[in-house]
């Protein structure tokens, strides 16, 4: 039997790139993986609106492919093809007190959490499953799931107890509740998206604290404060919501997010089943999608948002909906 597991171990792992062991990898510097530097509010303290609607990209604004974007957190979580080097690389961080980093590893933890209790025999076992004849996934479904294997598997196969003993008294008694205390941790830091997301959980939180956690990310300028407003916005059966949601997409392309029509946060949400037609941009592919009257409202309502951040008038900004405070005592 130990020959045989031995056997599967060795065809799993040549679906990876070879990974050391926890041990033996020295943690970036805190400079390699920055902070999030602020950016101010798109028009706030420069120009007014009038004179940036003069000067502002059109809704097909990355035509030109001139535009880079910037580099944020998400960024590093989304390109790196492999998420347990990742997690492993920024912990020493995390657990110093980098609400970054702490993110960081939630994003990881949370995508790959199905991995956190699979061993070698079941991690082969699932891959013949969906990769193989009768998995019912189709080409371009197999390709973006392999992918996503591959990204997660070293957690099946390497040690990553280091991820939770990093947490010190505060770590959970299951592994899949890792993710929700490193999240935790970069919500209390102060990480803007983290504050966002937070804000948006249902959960026993009143609603004058929830938007008050909106307003401080967007104070931030972060581009991924923005994108995250245009997902809690967006509904993909209702192109009325979708006009309203996009100019938070146009807000976060500005301020520096990957909009690139093959930005992985574009591909692996809205081109999974088949691929999606070719367009200059992720903008200008949702752009598109919208009738002409939906489109001058989607302008109408980004030009509003604009003077809004400008003026600092929180009050009436038409932020997605957010939930109901629970009922339900927090648990203690």
């Not at 990742?86 to 961080?93: K, P, Q």
């Not at 107890?161 to 919500?187: D, H, M, Q």
Request: hydrophobic share 45%; net charge negative; with cysteine.
């Amino acid at each position: 039997m130990g020959l045989v597991l031995l056997v599967i171990l060795a065809g799993t792992v040549w679906l990876l790139p070879t990974a050391p062991q926890p041990q033996t990898i020295v943690p970036r510097p805190a400079a390699s993986v920055m902070a999030f530097p602020p950016r101010p509010v798109p028009g706030r303290g420069s120009a007014s609106l009038a004179a940036r609607q003069s000067t502002v990209p059109r809704w097909d604004w990355l035509d030109s492919g001139s535009v880079v974007p910037a580099w944020y957190p998400r960024r590093e979580f989304e390109e790196a093809p492999d998420l347990y080097r990742l997690s492993l690389s920024v912990v020493r961080e995390a657990a110093a007190g980098s609400p970054v980093h702490a993110y960081l590893l939630y994003l990881a933890l949370d995508e790959c959490h199905s991995f956190l209790r699979l061993d070698a025999q079941s991690i082969h076992a699932l891959y013949e499953r969906m990769l193989g004849v009768g998995s019912g996934l189709g080409p371009h479904e197999q390709a973006q799931w392999a992918e996503q294997f591959n990204r997660c598997v070293g957690f099946a196969v390497y040690d990553w107890r280091t991820l939770g003993e990093s947490l010190g008294s505060e770590r959970p008694g299951v592994s899949v509740e890792y993710a929700g205390a490193w999240f935790l941790r970069a919500v209390r830091g102060a990480h803007p998206p983290a504050l966002v997301e937070s804000a948006y959980r249902p959960g026993h939180m009143a609603a004058a604290k929830r938007r008050e956690q909106v307003v401080q990310a967007l104070d931030s300028g972060d581009p991924e404060v923005y994108w995250l407003l245009f997902l809690q916005a967006y509904e993909r059966d209702s192109p009325a919501a979708q006009a309203l949601a996009l100019p938070w997409l146009r807000l976060a392309c500005e301020a520096g997010l990957d909009c690139r029509f093959h930005a992985p946060w574009f591909q692996q949400r809205f081109c999974v089943v088949a691929p999606c037609r070719p367009a200059a941009s992720s903008l200008a592919w949702f752009w598109q999608s919208l009738s002409a009257e939906q489109q001058e409202e989607a302008q109408s309502r980004f030009d509003q948002i604009v003077l809004d951040l400008e003026q600092e008038r929180y009050e009436g900004l038409p932020l997605p909906t957010l939930p109901a405070e629970s009922r339900t005592p927090p648990r203690r």
